[in-house]
């Protein structure tokens, strides 16, 4: 990632799908949002535990608090931008709301995602990652002493992979737990607690089902096993970063939309 872009993202990727099959992924709300970019057959996203279903779709989506479904039937290829989890306020001034989705052109350039869009259905992919990290290190760039506050806190959690406390974060840059609330709420989208949630699921996950596109059914066997293993109900929460009977819900919900991993 060009150092251009610190503290605004982390990692780009393409992805691409044949349709010939239906290709189902979890995404993990592991506190960071998302830039992407779609050529060919939309998929969609669905919430396991409500069934609420939106477009897989171009645009920029603020940082996760729960985990979804990403459902793929036909052909495309998408092109994301991982995000720092503090890249949608170094980017832009309104203040990030979680859980939600924004137009490219808040960050990008309309030309530069058009330009970006024709490499990709010509099958550049290369040069489409770099037209668009292109146009993100072009962006005016937000700067402060609140903004590198919380990232030095979120560093902290993020090398504990969010097995701490939010006095522990508070602490760790000399700040107030009311502070943090308050950067956390302003410039993150979400509360401190939420982050440590997002970060713990997303890494008990993935200490399970290694790196790249998360298996649903691994996700439901890992799930299963964590639930079923008769750990205490806090060392549960502490670990996943949901109580036992949220996990199993979410474990129950996912088996049902893909199908049980013990089945």
Known sequence: MPTTLH???????????????????????????????????????VDPLTGVAGPDRDGVRAAWTHALVAEQTGPVARLGVQLHPLGLARLRAARPVADTWLPLDVVLDPQVVAHAGGLLDAGDDEAAVATVLDGLGARPRRTGADLDHLEDALRFVDERRGLVRQPDVARSVGTSLGELHRWCSHLLGMSPAQYLSAVRFSTFVRESVGSGPVDPHATVAAIEWFVDAGYPPREVERFSGLPPADLRRLAEHLAARIGSARG
């Open 7 to 45: 503290g605004v993202a982390e990692h780009a990727w393409v992805a691409r799908h044949d349709g010939r099959r239906q290709h189902s992924e979890v995404l993990l709300p592991d506190g960071r949002g998302l830039l992407q970019l779609v050529r060919g057959t939309g998929g969609v996203l």
